[in-house]
Structure formats: structure tokens, C-alpha cells
């Protein structure tokens, strides 16, 4: 450790060196707009939705029956069951919610003397502790109580459930030191977290642990299960990986956890090596939505340019964790790509797993659905993954609260400082405050593409305003206005302004919002023959719900050669084509077979809005008249 | 039971009524060609090589373990292990082989007095008898001893084996009876054998809870686990249903069960029922090679169309299974659509999955291959199905034991008999003996397109000898030429001739083999923009190990505009084109790009010899230059 950070802004990460320093949740407020919505009803509804779920299906109750010795007997839910307590815990800290305190007090009884916490494992009758490193998901389990514990710690100074955090993760280091259990975690995710602790207390030990971890991990340490030793990334040294791969919630933590390790130690090699393994994933393993991850056996990247669209998996939290490992990646290198990812993973998966009213969820994110669900019961659990619409928990419910801490810290992801000035990375409405410098940004943005950032407070020397400008400009101009009214074309990537700016200075960026055909790599099969519409960051589907007389949208042609225009509210309307009603063939291969079509106008709706009308079919990537 | 059918010939299924009437191993003897050489490998290698494993890794030694009271601590394998014992000994038993009786004596003494026998319940220590239908497999491990039981019966007219499978049967009804346990097992199975039972020993009351597990499915009496209702069929009545759907292997032994009750029961509305389900998987939901089933995550059948070549699972276990139930469809209709697709699928499903020395095999078997594997170490059990070449042994080894017991009794796949004559489904060298006819099918088919029919004997008023023409000589002609040398061209379907033959006289059926472009209903959006090749009924496919320079299959284009022609060695050759090497591109999605690609000749391969060569890359389904 280069520093004690304790007393760094209430930020989600902190990294003692990077090309850029985040802000934190006292420093940026989002005030309006999209994402001011779904966090009013983060706050409102979802996080005690979790709460209530996890009471009623025992989670939080676990707790109480290992202190009254009945857990043998009374456990419910998996042996992760404790992480989403802790999550729902974390996105409370961050939120700061009234409501963390009760559930600090409950589980704190439920430590060990020794700082043991986990009630599936150890207790008379139970599993011994650390019996399953493979599949326990008992560090797993640490390392979300320790990203609540830093979230107390940031947000409040510190607190019971720091302090919960703090033994948990003197027991880890006492533990899994070397000459201990020289051992790794199937899942990933106490790396990142042992570092934020070590940022947030100026402890060395535990970014040492968070060290041997990553380290650890790569030499065949875990059994060679089922799904291989590549679903745990127990295959291949993270340094020596150039791409991501296996359960990809699994790999994305650990690339965290190793730019946590990377940034703090010096390490370069390291942060090149993740940076390898982003880019690869990026290019040949990541759906058109951002989504990563698309088999569903085993919840993992497929092989290169694997994207199947009806069978992706594409997790909700392996989103989130896409989102936390390009942040890490932005405040390493400053470099736009990794907000450009961001961006797009938020729109298209972390912002379509909630409903509306944020009290049901998609835990998987297909992009193509090809028969209509049927509405999940308010009161079930379900049992697995693939809800035909939003569900309001799961057997495995990791995505809600997931979602709800990545709301929760959601403005520390919109811009950054360093010591010639402010970058902004995503546009909300919102009020930045930071040093001698107050900002105040206006925009309807993702609905129209004109930013505007008012300059309320200055000092009186120039400094850097960088913006910037998506990826997805490519092709379409656009355009920075200065204060003075100067018009200038920028080019994707960061525009950037110096001088001394003056309190009402206006700066404006024009993003180009018409929508636009996309096209797939010739090299992903699952996608040959069909487009795509997205406009500005979002991509966009059709909907059967939106098609006459009950057809489904497999029946949809369109046709690339005329362009995609604004509809209302919201819609895109593209040429094309129905197909007719096909008749029963008794074998579907043979002679060449084209399908009748009559043209007709599509209407595509926003992804993240789809099954919002009830059950649908659906589909990002359509097959064209060509 | 319309009679006592005990005395039938030596038959793996043996109706009471139907269209058609099979013929037993005694008189259908296969005498070369392909078949006579798979065979020979399954005698000779295949049935050792099962024993031998299923010993080392201690499957046939949970019988010891449950006989001397240490099997809590000593049982191996899972829950379903003493199946794969069942199915060898099936095999055995239909072969003929000497090993039988030792095994039999293993198991014998593990069965309690009462009947039940499994390895994995029951005892102390272990899990209670039926204590979990949808999970335990115990119903599903009688159903392979029990047709296991059959095979002693039908080719040694009883015998230890044959006495153990009848007390569990006995055991099954006393259990399972109305009034009793009113459920099923989660794996069907247990159907088809009790009607097989049935039908050799002419027990009424086995046919009669036969008929009680099929009318118990689909009543949602299993509970909804992770993959839901559907996995095991117990969503819909199976007589509701209207398409194969779930686990594939469970769909189809579950028809094939239903297809035996509907027979002995005179239940036609039953038999429609399953006609339609396979009408409409056929049509919508099988592979080009006959596979079905193409989810890996819970080895189901996918949604319509849904047919992805890369991520197909499509389990040799499925393709045995499909074989059975189309056998069973076939006797019951005469219909010859029947047997095309149990001609499709034996060819490259069920002759895929071994080696060429029947030591190694495929469980899953898929269409596209995009990652050269590693060779699988021979003294290990691969611990899951998707091993990269065929491999020795699985941790589930269901398919290797399936592959021998269905070679073992291939003979009487290949011919029936009516009231009016013999009728020829499957073309290789046999000699057919039954009633007062001998013929001798010569041919070299599928190399080579000319099967001859030899009388050896008949009587001397006239029959009627029929041949399939299979469909896939739709758009060439196949030629029939009679023992006159007239010849006439024969539309798919079934060839008949219709007179009083003599000793001596030959029937030549010309079948067209010239390779030929498939195309794939334009409705399967995995393989839009792609051909296969066929010729006769094998699929083709391309292999890395035929490209210049390491290039892998992906690279490969095919021009559909040019005629395939018949390479050296069993080998396809089409004009096509290798595309360019690609560089990295930073974002696999936005304006539309093409692929450079340099004019080639691509050789292609029968597809159930690919891997043969060791590790390659592969795919059925080739992109076009279009």
C-alpha cells in the first residue's frame, strides 16, 4: 500500500494510483432523468423487495437460527444464500438506508469467535468449514460482506457491519496465509473486495491476501469438476490468460480483483494481461447488448464468436460485473472504450432486469424469445433462471440485489478528476461538485442527444472539461458547442476543452441519436443474414406484441436497404416484411426454400422495455428481405 | 394381452399387433459390410472394454459392496450407475456373449427379498427407497434390468437375469400399484420394458402398470425443479401432447413406452398421439443428422427451429433412443418414413459415437466444432459429456453401454414381415431366413448405391417383396430391377414386387449416391446462410486436418451455385473459397463488412469420421460464397 486511503471519497472503488480518481457519492448526485428514476425506485421499492424476499424465504433467518442453534435442521436456501444478505446490504450502505443496522445486528451474532460467518458450513451437523473450496462459496461469501463493510466504512465512517467485515477478513488472511490453506475460492470475488478493504483501512495484509489469491489461482488448485477447471479459471494463471472465459460472472470478478491487485502493487503486467483478456472478450465474446456470458449449462463465455441470440445466457450480474471491471479499467488506463462498454451493458442488461416498478427481474437476458411465457406468480420463488418474464425471485436470486448495489453507487460511475480537470462518462442530469469546481449537466439523454454542462463554480485557472463521445458516433458527426457558440465536429472517443471557464459558462455536446442498421461479425454464426437496430446507446428489438393477429416475430423480415426512422414515443419503425403462415414440411432440410412475405412497416421497441406489455416473443436480431 | 406372445422370436420388441411383424435375430443375420463390422468391434471390443471399465471404476462392484454390508461408504458412481450394468448385460445377452452369467451372479445376491434391488438406496446410511422419484433413477435402473431380463428370456428362454428382473417387476407392480406409491420416476424407461415383459412371459398385470406410469405423466406429480416440469414430461398428459419436448432421452423412451401400451391395448387415440409428437419433432426440432436434443444445460430438446450446430447436444443416448421409437413406429404403421429417420440416425448418430475400435466414444455430438481438443487420457473417466475427441469413459457413462446393446440387436432392424410378404427397411449384406423364404441382400452400400436381393428359397406361390426407397433420393431417381433385368424408377417411399419368386432370381434396387447441396429450412436461424452436404444418407462435413496451414473450418466457404463431386477415399470434393485471415477488430458489430476469401476446392468428409484423425475443428453447416 502506497497510502492509507482512509478518508477517500465515498466512493465504490479506490485505487491508489490510475490515470484518473473517481468521485464519490458526496461529490456527483444524479438529479433527473433515466437513471434518477430507477434510482428513486431502487430506493423505494426495490431494496425492501429483496429485503422482504429474503426474510420470507429464510436467507436473512439463517442468522438467527445458527445463534439459536437450530441451523442444522432450519437452513434454507443455497450455500451462497449469506452473499445476497450481504449485497442487499452493500446497495443499503450506499443508498443509506435506514433499514442496515437491524440486519447488521442480526447477523453479527452469527460471527464466530474466530471471525468465521457463513451459516451453511461449520456447525455441529453441517459441512466442515472449508470442506468444498470448489463449490462452497464460503470466501465468496466474504467477499460480499467486506464490499458492505467498505461501503459502511466510506459511506459512514464505519460501523457494527465494518466491523463484522474487518474480523471476516483478519480470519481470512489468519486462514488462507501461506502456510495455511494454501487454497482458492471456486467463485471469485473476495480479491476486489480484500483490496477495497485494504484501501479503506491502510492495511497491507489484506491486499498481501488479495495478492496470493490472484496468484493462486490458474495452477489446478480446484478439482476438475464437471464444467472443467476453466469454469472457476483454475486452468490458466491470470497473467498468463488472454481471454476471458468460464462462468463469467466467476472470470469478470476476478479481472476485478486483478486490477485491484495490479493498480495497488505496481503490477503492470498484470493490468496488461486483464487488459488482453477485456479486449479479446470484448471483440469475439460479448453480445450486441454488452452482455457477456452465453451457455447456459454452465453459465459461461462460450468459444470464440459463440453468440447464439435465442440461447443467451448473458447473466444479469456477469453485466454488473462487467460494469465494475471496465471502471476499474477506465480509472487505470483513461481510456473512453471502457465507459463505452459500460455504458452499453447498463442500458441493455443492468437497466432490463428490473421491471418498472423494480419488484421482478430477468436473471438471464436472451436476445431472442421465441415463445411467450407465462406470467410468473408474485409469490414464487422460481426455481431457475429462465423466467419467461421478469420474476420476482429466484431460487438463486444473486441478480436483484446485484442490481440494487450497482443503482446504489451509480453516480461514481459518471465522471472523474485528474489534475488538469473533469471527465464526464456518462450523461445524467447531475450536479458535480468537486475541489473549487461545481458542474451542472441537463439532458434527456438516452431520448435526445444534446448534453449540456453549466459551469456553477470555477477557479479562476484553466483546467480540462473532457466528455466523451461514444463509439457508437462512428459514422454520424458529433458536435462540441463551446461557451462562445463555436461549433466543432469531435470525433468518438474523449473531446476535450481547456480554459478558464466562468460560472454560467454553457458547454453543449450533440450526440447523433437517428437510429442506425448494425451489422454482425461475418464471423458469428448464430447471426448470419439478420441486422440489428440500435439507437445512440441502446439496442433495439421487435416485439410480437407490437405484430398483427397473434403472429410471432419470427414471421419479421427487414430490409437494410431503406433506413430506420424515429417513431413515437420511443419506437423506431423499419421497412420490411411478414412472412406467410408456413405450412408443417415433414423434414426441415433439403431444396432451396424461400418463405412468402408481405412488406409491411416493423415497429422496433427499446431491449431493455421488452415483455413489459406481458408475454411476447422477441428478437434483437432480425433476418432481412435480401 | 391379446395372447401369450413367450416363444416369439429372438426380437428386442415384439407387439401383438401392428402393420408390420419383426423378425428375430435367428433369422435376419448380417454378414458384412459396415454394419458386420461395427458389430464385430462391439463383440470383440465394445462389451469387454464396458465390463472392464464399469469394474475399475466400481460400478459392477456396488453390487459386492451392497452384498457385504460396506456399500454406504463404498458405493461409487451416481445414482444411476447400476443401469449402465443393465445395459451391458442387455447387450450381452442379445450378443450372445459368455460373460453374462458371472455378471448376473454379481447382482443376484444384492436384490433384497421383496424384489427391490438398487445399489444407491435403501440400505443404512443411505437415502430411504423412493424417497426421490424425480432425481433417484430407481424405476429407470429396473426398466434396464428388466429389458435386459427380456433379452435372456427371448434368447435363452430364461435364466438367472431373467428370474431377477422378473421379481423386480413383481416388486415394481406390488409397489407402484393403484393404491400404492401413485407416481413415476423421473426417467422413463421402466414403460416400454414392463410391456416387453409382458410380452414374453404373457403377465397381463406388467402391461397393466406399464399403462399406469404413462397415464400418471403429466399430472405435475413431480416436483418443479430447476428445469421445470417439462424435463420430465410431466407437464402434459402423454396422450395431450402434441411434440417431443424436454430431456430428449427421457421424451423419447417415454414414446416408445407409449407406443408399446397403445399397441397391447388396442389404444389408438395413444398411438396418434406419439405419431404427431415425432411428426412435429422431426419437423421442427432434429438435427440434419437425425440428433435430437439441443441443449446442453439440461439435454432437452430446444423450442422449434431451435437448432444450433455449435452448441448442439443432440446425446448419442437421444440418437438410440429415436432409433427405438422410430423401430416401434415402423412396426405399428409400415410407414417408411420411419425407417429413413432410424437410417439417418444410425448412420451419424449412433455410428458416430464410437471409435473404429470401439474403445472410445462420443456423448455428445455435435455439428460444429470451432476449438481443436485435447486427447483424452485413455485410463480416465472424463467427468463430463462434452470430451473434445471420443473418449474412453464418462463419470456418466450412459452412452457407451447404449451404443452396444443397439448394435447387438441391429439384425432385426433391418427387415419384417406381413401377411403378404418380407419387406426390406435397412440395406446391408444378410442373410434373411423365415417362414419359407431365404434371401441374400448383397451390397456395398452406403459407399455404393446397388443392393441385390438373392432368393435363395421361396414358396411357390407368389409374395410381395418390398424395399425402401428412402427419401432422400427425392429429385434422383432409385431404380428397381426385377428378376426379368426390367427396369423402372421408384419414387421414395417403398418399392414392392409382387410375384411367385424362384430360387435364384436377383432384384437389383439402385439407389442414387451422387453427393448433393442441403439446405436448411429458412427458419433455423443457426444456419442461416449455409449448406450441407449429403450423399446417400451419410451427412458430409468439413475438418480442419483437410486445410492448408492450420486454418480451422470456420474459414471455410462452400459456392451451392457448383455441383459436389465424389473425391478419393469416401471423400466429397466442392469448389469454395478459404477466407482471408482475420485481423482483430475491436467491436464484432457495426457497418456491414466482408470477409476476403481465395478460391479453393474443399474436401469434405463423412461426418461420423471426423475427430478420427485427432484433434480438429469441424462443422456440418458451411457458409456459402452467395
Redesign the interface.
Known sequence: MKENTQGRPVVPAAPSRGRLRPLGLDEVRITGGFWARRRHVNTTATLDHCHQWMERVGWIGNFRAAVEGRIQQDHRGREFADSDVYKLMEAMAWDGSPALDALSATIAPAQEPDGYLNTAYGRPGQQPRYSDLAWGHELYCYGHLIQAGVAQLRTRGGGELAEIARRAADHVCATFKPGGIEGVCGHPVIETALVELARATGEQRYLDQAALFVDRRGQGTLE?????RVYYQDDVPVREATVLRGHAVRALYLAAGAVDVAMETDDDPLLAAVVRQW??A???R?Y?TGGMGS???DESF?????L????AYSETCAGVASVLLSWRLLLATGEP?FADLAERTLYNVVATSPAEDGRSFFYANTL?R??RGTVPAPDVQI??AESSLRAPWF?VSCCPTNVARTLAQLPAHLATKDDHGIQLHQYADALITTGGVALRVRTDYPSDGRVTVRIDRSPEHPWTLSLRVP?WT??APAWLVDPDGERCAVAPGTAQLTRAFRPGDEIHLDLPLAPRW?????????????V?VERGPLVYCAESVDLPGGRDV?AVRVDPGAEPEDGPDGTVVVPGALTAV?Q????????????GAEPRDIALVPYRTWANRGPSTMRVWI?TTE
Chains 1, 2 share one sequence.
Open positions: 476438475d469438476g464437471e464444467f472443467g479486449e479479446t470484448v471483440a469475439r460479448t450486441l451457455h447456459h449449462r462460450g468459444d470464440d464468436f459463440v447464439p441470440p435465442d440461447r472504450r431472442h421465441r415463445r426455481p431457475r431460487a463509439a462512428e459514422g448494425t451489422r454482425p461479425d461475418p464471423r458469428i454464426d448464430a447471426v448470419r443474414g439478420t440489428a419470427d408456413e408443417e414440411t415433414g423434414w426441415p432440410y433439403g431444396a432451396a426454400r424461400q418463405l433476418p
